[in-house]
């Protein structure tokens, strides 16, 4: 028979059952469970408040934190009174369970103050749309990454958003989830790890999803997949928009060094890496290289286009052999394959693409008809660029895809901006490079480069 238990005061458990008190486990399951329902009902009433929502639910979770931490405060000085009734003095279990009580105490209301205020918000947050930028680890590309990243959230800030930046070497998954919650815009940079692969079999664990740091610190040339299953429980905000930039295999693409996919590959692996984005509340998924993506977001804050005129809005846009497809993974959703000159897929459209920016933004009312596609590239309309004095020969073309604009003839010169479709220039010089011809030109805004001859046309 194992011997009795022996109390603070030397009293066995045996002989006094109707003073037992409870043990920190059973306070601590007790004071969850009374803790539970109040913080169901603190979320539920912050969700309907509105405006007043960040306020009222730091209030509400202080007011229920401290009313268990008192409870709990009470239970210790019953104990202590007891023991004094008793003749006894205060051992050094009671004094700990005190220190305990004074600790929780400050960490709850600590908590209380930051847990509901993960970020620093300027103006009224809640009526601005909320974008999440995550960059994963991608190894000796990784400050390359951030600083693109790192841009594309400035830039989003600059339109009035309510930015989160999420960066390695604390791109966890923990974090990650934790900032997505309620995001308008999701935007990943970083490692992809799509189907069909040549590393079978299909699952979700590990596939369709985001690479990112297994823990804090990690060190950039590593990383952890975390597949479709978790990326369906982000929680992204009703009818929110994901742009993947820069991944393997999200926009029909292949790893670098293999050979170009089929368009039923790609097709497959454009359907299959929104999937679990579609799921987690998103309406639209665009994919691209690694590129400027801000095009994407001057519409989505400035504009009503749908998300098809805002994928064709792109200077990554060819619409050389461009395809559509419906959504085996996402009933009802629709996907868009627009390959490169080379024919490689690095944009990519799932979702419904008649969704329109003012809905993404809960404004204004949608526009009855769409634009025409011709008619919305910049340069469109004008008169081109003035003509310069010193210019013996006048040469008007027009770009007939998007151009990078270098500071020299040749990919070896550093890109200094871009030329999109449509956009009437004036041929300054002809250089031979190589095999082909460039074109030192001037664009309607007065900024001169050089472009590919390519894909300029003299109509």
């Known amino acids: ?63 229920v934190i401290a009313t268990f931490v008192a409870w709990f405060y009470v239970r210790v000085l019953a104990g202590a009174i007891s023991q004094r009734t008793n003749g006894g003095q205060r051992t050094p279990r009671l004094r700990g369970m005190r220190t305990l009580s004074l600790a929780m105490l400050v960490v709850a209301l600590a908590s209380a103050g930051t847990a509901t205020v993960a970020r620093e918000r300027t103006g009224d947050a809640d009526t601005r749309p909320k974008v999440v930028v995550v960059v994963g680890p991608v190894g000796p590309r990784t400050a390359e990454y951030e600083a693109r990243g790192r841009a594309l959230a400035a830039h989003a800030r600059g339109l009035g958003a309510d930015v989160i930046g999420i960066y390695p070497p604390r791109a966890t998954w923990t974090q990650v989830s934790r900032a997505a919650r309620d995001a308008d815009l999701f935007v990943y940079m970083g490692h992809g ?35 479709e299953r978790y990326v369906e429980r982000l ?8 742009l993947l930039v820069g991944l393997c295999y999200s926009s029909g693409n292949a790893e670098p060094g293999m050979s170009i996919p089929s368009r039923a590959v ?49 200077w990554r846009a060819t619409d050389m052999d461009a395809s559509t497809f419906r959504s085996e993974r996402t009933p009802g959703m ?12 690095y944009h990519s459209f799932i979702g419904d693409p008649d969704f329109r920016a003012s809905e993404w933004r809960g404004g204004s009312e949608p526009a009855d008809e769409e634009p ?21 020969v ?18 070896s010169h550093r890109i200094i901006g871009w030329v999109l479709r449509g956009t009437k220039i004036l041929v300054l010089e002809t250089k031979e490079h190589g095999t082909s011809d460039w074109l030192r030109v001037r664009l309607p805004s007065g900024e001169k480069g050089w472009v590919w001859s390519g894909w300029v046309s003299r109509r």
């Open 1 to 63: 028979m194992a011997p009795a238990t022996l109390t603070d005061q030397g009293h066995s458990q045996e002989q006094r059952p109707s003073r037992q008190r409870p043990s920190l486990r059973t306070v601590g399951a007790t004071g969850a469970s009374y803790l539970r329902a109040p913080l169901h009902i603190a979320r539920a009433t912050a969700g309907a408040a509105g405006v007043l929502r960040p306020i009222l639910h730091r209030v509400l979770t202080m007011a």
């Open 394 to 411: 006048v040469d008007r073309r027009r770009a007939t895809g998007h151009l990078n604009l270098r500071n020299g003839p040749g990919t």
């Open 235 to 242: 929680r992204l905000s009703k009818d929110a928009v994901v």
């Open 266 to 314: 790609a097709r497959e692996r454009v359907d299959n890496y929104g999937a679990g984005f579609l799921r987690a509340g998103a309406r639209a998924v665009f994919s691209d290289g690694f590129s400027d993506s801000s095009y994407l977001l001057d519409d989505l804050f400035h504009s009503d286009r749908s998300m098809r005129s805002i994928f064709w809005s792109s």
């Open 372 to 392: 025409p596609r011709d008619e919305e590239g910049p340069g469109d309309g004008d008169e081109g660029p003035e003509e310069d004095p010193g210019d013996p």
């Open 334 to 345: 629709a996907g868009i394959l627009d390959p490169q000159p080379d024919g490689d897929y």
């Open 193 to 227: 790890n799509g189907w069909p692969s040549p590393y079978p079999p299909f699952q979700t664990e590990t596939k369709n999803g985001l690479g990112l740091n297994a823990y804090e610190g990690a060190p950039s040339g590593t990383h952890r997949y975390h597949g």
